[in-house]
């Protein structure tokens, strides 16, 4: 499958951004979805995935309670809204695929098999 991250831009810290991840060239049914990113200078993170097969949804302790995950099976799409912004969320955020994953691999980038092309977020001070 193909992935393709959308939704980034220029927002005020305290501001609110929705990222979608749509996928083609197949469904992602049966795909467990996750986001990273990953900021000028450093190594790509994990924020948040969402299962196929259970119910749940996991996020890194520096975003829980801000953003939220969620899908859309009739639309091949993932989204993360992401809420109470701050210049620290800024980075370029991939949206990512990945089947079988087991709960202690969720947040490991190389468990993930597909990755969209990145949509970057500044958050302004």
């Known amino acids: 499958i193909q992935l393709q991250a959308s939704g980034g831009g220029l927002v005020q810290a305290g501001g609110s951004l929705r990222l979608s991840c749509a996928a083609s060239g197949g469904t992602y049914s049966g795909y467990d979805m996750g986001w990273f990113r990953q900021a000028p200078g450093k190594e790509r993170e994990f924020v948040a995935a969402t299962r196929w097969r259970r119910s749940g949804t996991y996020y890194s302790d520096s975003v829980k309670g801000r953003f939220t995950i969620s899908r859309d099976n009739a639309k091949n799409t993932v989204y993360l809204q992401m809420n109470s912004l701050k210049p620290e969320d800024t980075a370029v955020y991939y949206c990512?695929?990945?089947?079988?994953?087991?709960?202690?691999?969720?947040?490991?980038?190389?468990?993930?098999?597909?990755w969209g092309q990145g949509t970057l977020v500044t958050v302004s001070s």
């Open positions: 990512a695929a990945a089947t079988g994953l087991i709960t202690s691999s969720i947040g490991n980038i190389n468990s993930y098999n597909y």
